[in-house]
């Protein structure tokens, strides 16, 4: 039962009886005082055990196996079972840093110039359809909604507007993690395959600048300073200097590939954490660094293949600790406390991102499965968000935590729902192999 096999209902049990007997285990050692040592070595172990059986799970009840990770997590974090320490999460953020890394390599690896040739205006026109409809708009909502938010009591209009620009932004990020998780357990080939990955990765480059502006307006409005134009064309230089490491981050990539052979997987991990730690140290943009470098081997050296299948095997075990770890960090006691207001956020954004792709995909005119189901890519909100959250819990004193942990709580149900809904839509436009055609349905254009 390893693997993106098909897992048999007998092993299936084996698996759940296994992870059950330790659970209970654990529980019964905890209950009768014993204390017992775990560790983030024994949380990494569990999740990849856990993770593999929910996976497999979910794939049984034709669900992603994605949900089967994070399910896994959330059930073995501290607010649940508690099998993983709140300590022991926090730990893994070092696989998780090699996570991203990958993703950002694989997804700039699968945008192919010949891809972009067939799809360059609607990727461009979609993400500029999604920029308008959400940041704005949801900023609107964030505002009529603050009177129910206590810790922007007492607050200007004028911080509170810059706060709603901020949270606005939040809700442009999508999840490249998740879109190429589900593209690869489905090996989903077609026009809303290529259209989600595209945008996906568009709208996460351009988010970033966004979002450092927005804080930086917002900075300046709580600190009663005004806005320097030094900081505008700082960021300017950051994101220029970002794909110019890109560019030599992958003509160094293809130079290794080219004379290196059996340490392959070593080399994309070592590289991974170096370089992901010299673009923190020099505060460079790692998702467009990664990004690039991927494109430049593919499109511009005869390696790109030898790079997509080497990281597939470096991924395989990460991405089940990466989402997993997600579902753990998960902070259910906020999703309880604020659901009322995040169910508004997530469903207002649903709304607007349905809306938005709809106008997209008129003026681009797409192909009719682009049209019907091009929107269920970007449902899903993950890494990116929840680490942008942090940056506006670290920097808006006074506001920051709270709105951080109300964006959480928002993406706890993006990213619940958003996998479910993209691999559906997936399987609807036909894209997935051995998956039904879809039946003749209402058009929704």
Not at 91 to 109: E, K, P, R, V, W
Request: charged share 10%; hydrophobic share 55%; proline share 4%.
């Amino acid at each position: 039962m390893s693997g993106h096999g098909k897992a048999s209902m007998p092993a299936l049990v084996q698996g759940v009886a296994a992870v059950g007997l330790l659970v209970a285990a654990l529980v019964a050692l905890d209950v009768s005082g014993l204390k017992v040592t775990r560790g983030p070595v024994f949380g990494l172990g569990f999740l990849v055990i856990a993770g593999t059986v929910a996976g497999h799970a979910a794939a049984m009840l034709r669900l992603p196996r994605l949900t089967g990770f994070l399910l896994a997590g959330v059930l073995s974090g501290p607010q649940v079972f508690g099998v993983l320490a709140t300590q022991d999460v926090k730990a893994l953020s070092l696989i998780n840093a090699l996570a991203l890394a990958l993703i950002a390599l694989q997804a700039g690896a699968e945008l192919t110039l010949s891809a972009l040739r067939r799809t360059w205006k609607s990727v461009l026109l979609s993400s500029g359809s999604q920029t308008v409809f959400l940041v704005l708009p949801m900023a609107a909502l964030f505002f009529a909604l603050s009177s129910f938010m206590p810790f922007l009591d007492g607050r200007a209009v004028g911080e509170v507007v810059t706060v709603a620009v901020v949270w606005g932004v939040l809700s442009l990020t999508r999840s490249p993690a998740v879109t190429l998780a589900i593209l690869g357990e489905t090996r989903a080939k077609g026009p809303v395959s290529e259209h989600a990955l595209g945008v996906v990765v568009v709208l996460d480059v351009l988010v970033l600048p966004l979002f450092a502006l927005a804080m930086a307006l917002a900075g300046s409005q709580l600190s009663g300073t005004p806005l320097e134009l030094s900081v505008i064309s700082h960021l300017g230089f950051e994101l220029f200097a970002s794909i110019c490491a890109g560019v030599t981050f992958g003509l160094l990539i293809a130079l290794l590939l080219r004379f290196i052979e059996g340490a392959r997987v070593l080399v994309v991990v070592v590289l991974g954490f170096g370089v992901t730690a010299l673009s923190t140290y020099l505060h460079y943009d790692t998702l467009v660094i990664f990004v690039v470098a991927g494109f430049i081997v593919t499109n511009l050296t005869r390696f790109g293949n030898d790079l997509v299948h080497t990281s597939e095997k470096v991924s395989a075990g990460v991405m089940i600790v990466f989402f997993a770890t997600a579902g753990a960090k998960l902070d259910l006691d906020a999703l309880r406390t604020l659901w009322p207001l995040a169910l508004a956020f997530f469903a207002g954004r649903t709304v607007l991102t349905v809306l938005a792709c709809k106008v997209g995909h008129r003026l681009a005119k797409d192909p009719e499965p682009v049209r019907r189901y091009g929107f269920t890519a970007f449902i899903s909100q993950a890494g990116v968000t929840i680490g942008l959250a942090t940056l506006v819990a670290d920097r808006m004193p006074g506001i920051g935590r709270a709105m951080a942990t109300l964006a959480i709580a928002v993406v706890s149900l993006n990213e619940l729902v958003g996998p479910v809904v993209f691999s559906f839509g997936l399987r609807r436009a036909g894209e997935v192999p051995g998956a039904e055609l879809p039946a003749p349905e209402v058009k929704i254009s």
